[in-house]
């Protein structure tokens, strides 16, 4: 059972726009950032946003963070094919003095 | 640029322990902390606990404790993940991966380790 909540599975058509939603507490989403994770099939996970609403140098502005309260979503529009991979919420849990992750949304693009 | 480059797979029996390693290059060892991270066979990802290489402190998650440990080697630039007691529940990926504060994401991730324990 994972700290933070993502629904277990997303999908959309080339070009359409999703959005991935990731529901925490007080301890961690609540009170700091939420990073975003993109994990391609057999390779290893890859900062996909960072501080709620970052982009690293390299991924494109089709993604998005943002964060309201305890809650926090990642929209990805104009959907491509290579974006089908699985994508996991994570931020720093106060009370668990460590990082918490979502359980992660396989996202397809039919 | 940034690597982490782990050690290759390992099969262990139960009540064995295992030892990973994850080298750094590419930036300065001492100004980054490493995390230990599993991701189980089709499951999410778990945090296993961290290590500061500047002075070799550690923190681990509640579940770990008492069955992992992590150090670090200055010389090599090479951090260490060793678990015991290893049990079925245990096999899974296991990644380092680079922060530069305890609390911020992580920029850079190894390859991944696969460890896999059978009778």
């Known amino acids: 059972q994972s700290v933070l909540t993502q629904p277990p599975s997303a999908s959309g058509t080339p070009g359409q726009r999703v959005t991935i939603s990731c529901s925490g507490s007080s301890s961690n989403i609540g009170g700091n950032p939420v990073n975003w994770y993109q994990q391609l099939p057999g390779t290893a996970p890859k900062l996909l946003i960072y501080s709620n609403n970052q982009r690293p140098s390299g991924v494109p502005d089709r993604f998005s963070g943002s964060k309201s309260g305890t809650s926090a979503s990642l929209a990805i529009s104009g959907l491509q094919s290579e974006d089908e991979a699985d994508y996991y919420c994570?931020?720093?849990?106060?009370?668990?003095?460590?990082?918490?992750f979502g359980g992660g949304t396989k996202l397809t693009v039919l | 640029q940034v690597q982490l480059v782990q050690s290759g797979a390992e099969v262990k029996k139960p009540g064995a322990s295992v030892k990973v390693s994850c080298k750094a290059s590419?930036?300065?060892?001492?100004?980054?902390?490493i995390h230990w991270v599993r991701q189980a066979p089709g499951q999410g990802l778990e945090w296993m606990g961290i290590?500061?290489?500047?002075?070799?402190?550690?923190t681990y998650a509640q579940s770990f404790q008492g069955r992992v440990t992590m150090t670090r080697d200055t010389s090599t630039s090479t951090v260490y993940m060793e678990l015991s007691s290893l049990r079925s529940e245990d096999t899974a990926v296991y990644y380092c991966a680079r922060t530069y504060s305890s609390s911020s994401a992580v920029d850079s991730w190894g390859q991944g380790t696969l460890v896999t324990v059978s009778s």
């Open positions: 994570a931020a720093w849990d106060d009370s668990l003095n460590g990082p918490v």
């Open positions: 590419g930036y300065t060892f001492t100004t980054y902390y």
């Open positions: 290590i500061n290489p500047s002075g070799g402190s550690t």
